[in-house]
């Protein structure tokens, strides 16, 4: 059973504007922040934007003034709006919860493609 649930994902072409979106199941307890993180082939995962359930927002420097992270209307949802999307963007874009326990779930991922 999966437990975090991404859409949105895709193919555009640069500049181009994708959204995705994130639910967590209600098998997941005591969620205080939620967040997308992103690994191109060969590379790292690494912070792509964060959201904490007070709303504080968290940003890697890479995507400061496109992409905007905000909370979905129902519970534990994320979504993450992309816009001037760029050929460096490409990459599988995980959904990520943080528990108060210490832990941290994932969801399956969902690519993004940028190419002309």
């Known amino acids: 059973q999966e437990q975090l649930v991404e859409s949105g994902g895709g193919s555009v072409q640069p500049g181009g504007s994708l959204r995705l979106s994130c639910a967590a199941s209600?098998?997941?307890?005591?969620?205080?922040?939620m967040g997308w993180y992103r690994q191109a082939p060969g590379k790292q995962r690494d912070l792509v934007a964060t959201i904490t359930r007070g709303g504080v927002t968290n940003y890697a420097d890479s995507v400061k003034g496109r992409f905007t992270i905000f909370r979905g209307n129902a519970k534990n949802t994320v979504d993450l709006q992309m816009n001037s999307l760029k050929p460096e963007d490409t990459a599988v874009y995980y959904c990520?919860?943080?528990?108060?326990?210490?832990?941290?779930?994932w969801g399956q991922g969902t690519q993004v493609t940028v190419s002309s």
């Open positions: 209600a098998t997941i307890f005591d969620i205080y922040r």
């Open positions: 990520a919860a943080d528990r108060l326990d210490g832990g941290r779930s």
